[in-house]
């Protein structure tokens, strides 16, 4: 018997249950993938927004100011890389510079500091490879960038480090109300009976709504791809830089120096595609350097190292009509977030249609989930006494001098193995991420947690190292080693 | 810190060599540092015979060349770290290194040679659509798992990429039992030598599809087949030529690139063509007593080349040290029609000067020409050049003399196109 399920151990889930974690209950963090961040979390823009896009008086408005003046704080209580680099908007025809104009009055509205106007020679001033035909800018220097999967994994990890249960390969299969009140979540690995179930599935969010509520929503997939260049092109650029109509539209591409040192560039879009469709194609990833080129010129495309796609959850808000009795779905003005229980469905709490800046928000959708939480049990929450909202930090070598790389050496010699040399990641590295809660479970996992094969070898020389470490660690043989889900084994047989 | 003559980076076939020819020349107080746990480098995977056929006039494998220099290198007695990774080479030629019994050395030399070797190109640096699941892997990658490690990496493979550790792999993974359905390669031709391409694929029935790519990987979990298509002359694929191949592995073979992150720590210039530093005959780089050999100056066909390549550094290091020679870059050599890249790069004026260079197309009747200033100064003829084989020419010292300081030497190919 839980207090609470979390359906979804993305990065909105991770935060819920990192807040919800404040109090002594029984909370159970169910995800269906092998590994936590696994679908919207692990490939998106990486960009912590400002928050002048909003629609004013929204929701995700209120919770992405606060996000984003917060960030460094909840970066800093979760040991993960976050750099605010500010953001250039530029336009480059008439169309784009009316698009700054209406961003910096909602962003006056929506009470954001420091935006600036430019024109198009005092963006240039700042970003030198910018399409020399810019006529119109905004500087937006809050924007950051974040590790987009160490965010969402410090978050499950610290949920865990206070006591969540960490439910890892546990697919949803229904969801019922039972007579008393409590819901029975029944999945492959057995029954979850819980007072509160939390929805926060992503691309799914819709289908586990739909178990329990009306159908007042439905999640429309839409696919973006991206490339990832080496850090040999990061001087090139200095601030995220956004076409005005990249981030709350569909013919944008925006270039984004990474907290890793790479550039992304991206995203394309698609829609009309399965939820769980995240192939790249030539094609949209020859749109997204054409469509950059009107933003940057000269883009160094040759020091492409990766290209990959994520799946954004964009809502659809639903309008029951009252002549065919069918739901009919379409985009609204406001975009909002679909935060709280569904009309009708009690203690049933949504967490949906959280697309763009859902990454900035997650912190702040947990608390609010949270203040829900509050306001129904009241008296009842007994606060946790083992809560803390840090995690332990990582120990990363490279970022070390030389004296404390020696002395790190000295206390453990798995300092001195580098395993992963584009990084300079050490045995020590890999072996911690593997051994803490939510560790890692696969070559993948370990990359997103320790940053192997992020770099230009692409995992050429440390795969083999990596797979060794997880065999010995996990006490697997090699064939049970994944790349990251069930039947990605990298080994398919030995010769021995 | 302790304090050297040389330090040479990479124990692999460049940096022993390079460090016995400097030894050779009466130079004692050497360290080479090596990140993997042995010595030799990427030969000790290279289990197959072909090595050693010039140099040694012996067919031997990879760990038997390796063993061969490693022999001579412990009856020297120079000085090795293995498992020892060099983190940065400051300008002033101090090497931080670490490994888990010393910890963090400081290495002070007054010489460095740089011996790196290469790394391979991966899918993402071909931007290769489709999905990405396990099952698409490097050549070398595999190579190494399954001669060191004993691992299977599938069991039906394409390999996409005609370089010479992509044919070495299929003729592998076929005696292995393994299938190997196909290699492509986007050219018109083989981008191994002809001697691979027959005892690799011919030998073992497996087809060879020119001008043929990979459009797309399909699959969730692991590889269950890509998608091909036949390219035009752009390299593009041309529509309504797709076909599905079914498979659980995509072998990649599609490029070495040097690895010179060290060498960009160490302000040392690069070439953009080979992605190498830019030598001299001498190798030396133009940082003084900085030099460079093997892959890490260019990708080489054969290890023989490498090792000669790598003596050459190692006397001409040696000579730095004993008799303070600085070796300048007086002269700039320029890649001109149909040459893809030329080593060196800069000339001294003290020496003759082996060319290596590519050409940049497949061409018959063809002629090696070098000149300066509109002169020509030595040319060679060949029946036939290719990308794939490296060719090379040799400049006499007393032609170098004459010259103009500061003047262009220009190498070419002139040809017919095939």
Known sequence: ?496 | MQAYDIAVIGGGPAGMAAALAAWGQGIKRIIILERNNTLGGILNQCIHPGFGLQYFNKDLTGPEYAGEFMRRLNEAGIEYKVSTTVLNISADKVVTAVNSNDGLLHIEAKSIILAMGCRERAAGGIAMAGTRPAGVITAGTAQKMINLQGKHIGNRIVVLGSGDIGLIMARRLSLEGKEVLAVLEQYPYANGLSRNVVQCLEDYNIPLLLSHTVTEVIGQGRVSAVKIARVDQDLKPIAGSESIIECDTLLLSVGLIPENELSKKAKVALDQKTGGPLVNQDMQTDVEGIFACGNVVQVHDIVDFVTLEAEKAGQAAAAYIKEGIKSAHTFVVTAGDNVRFVVPQRLSASAEAGFFLRSAAALDEATIVVSCCGRELVSVKRAAVKPSEMESICLKKELLTDLPLNSEILVEIKGRCC
């Open chain 1, 1 to 496: 018997m839980y207090d609470i399920v979390i359906i979804g151990a993305g990065v909105v889930g991770g935060f819920v249950a990192r807040q919800l974690s404040r109090y002594r209950l029984k909370i159970a963090l169910i995800e269906k993938h092998d590994d936590v961040c696994f679908e919207t979390s692990r490939a998106n823009s990486a960009i912590i927004h400002a928050g002048y896009n909003g629609h004013p008086g929204s929701i995700k408005a209120v919770l992405t100011k606060a996000a984003n003046e917060d960030f460094h704080n909840v970066c800093a209580q979760l040991d993960v890389e976050f750099e605010r680099l500010g953001a250039l908007i530029i336009a480059v025809d008439d169309e784009g510079k009316q698009k700054i104009l209406e961003k910096y009055a909602k962003g006056q509205q929506n009470g954001i500091k420091g935006l600036e106007l430019l024109t198009g020679k005092q963006a240039l001033a700042m970003e030198p490879n910018l399409n020399p035909r810019v006529i119109y800018a905004m500087y937006s220097p809050t924007v950051g960038v974040v590790n987009p999967w160490e965010f969402g994994l410090a978050a499950c990890e610290n949920a865990v480090d206070n006591g969540v249960e960490l439910h890892l390969s546990t697919k949803v299969l229904d969801l019922k109300r039972q007579a008393d009140g409590y819901y029975a979540v029944k999945t492959n690995k057995g029954e979850f009976i819980a007072k509160y179930v939390i929805n926060c599935a992503g691309i799914y969010s819709d289908e586990i709504n739909n178990l329990v509520a009306k159908p007042f929503f439905r999640i429309a997939p839409r696919r973006g791809e991206y490339f990832v260049l080496d850090k040999e092109a990061r001087s090139f650029v200095n601030h995220v830089v956004f076409e005005a109509r990249a981030d709350d539209d569909v013919k944008g591409v925006i270039i984004i120096p990474t907290v890793h040192g790479n550039v992304l560039v991206g995203p394309s879009t698609q829609d009309d595609i399965d939820k769980d469709d995240v192939k790249t194609t030539a094609e949209h990833l020859q749109a997204v350097k054409r469509v950059a080129a009107q933003s940057m010129v000269n883009i160094p495309f040759d020091l492409t190292i990766r290209t990959f796609a994520g799946i954004r959850p964009r809502p659809q808000m639903g309008k029951l009509n009252q002549k065919t009795g069918e739901w009919e779905y379409g985009e609204d003005k406001v975009k909002d977030f679909i935060l709280g229980e569904p009309e009708g469905v009690e203690n049933f709490i949504n967490c949906a249609g959280i697309k763009s800046p859902g990454l900035t928000c997650a912190n702040e959708i947990g608390k609010y989930i949270l203040h829900i939480i509050e306001e129904k049990e009241g008296a009842n929450l007994i606060p946790n006494p083992d809560f803390s909202p840090c995690r332990r930090p990582l120990t990363r070598f490279s970022k070390r001098t030389d004296e404390e790389k020696a002395s790190l050496i000295k206390e453990n010699p798995a300092f001195g193995n580098v395993v992963c040399r584009c990084g300079e990641i050490t045995e020590a590295e890999i072996v911690d991420v593997i051994q803490r809660n939510c560790g890692a479970r696969s070559l993948d996992g370990v990359k997103r947690r320790a940053g192997t094969s992020l770099g230009r070898c692409q995992g050429g020389f440390c795969t083999p190292l990596v797979v060794e470490i997880l065999e010995r660690e996990l006490k697997r043989g090699p064939e049970q080693i994944t790349k990251d889900e069930a039947g990605s084994n990298i080994v398919t047989d030995t010769l021995l």
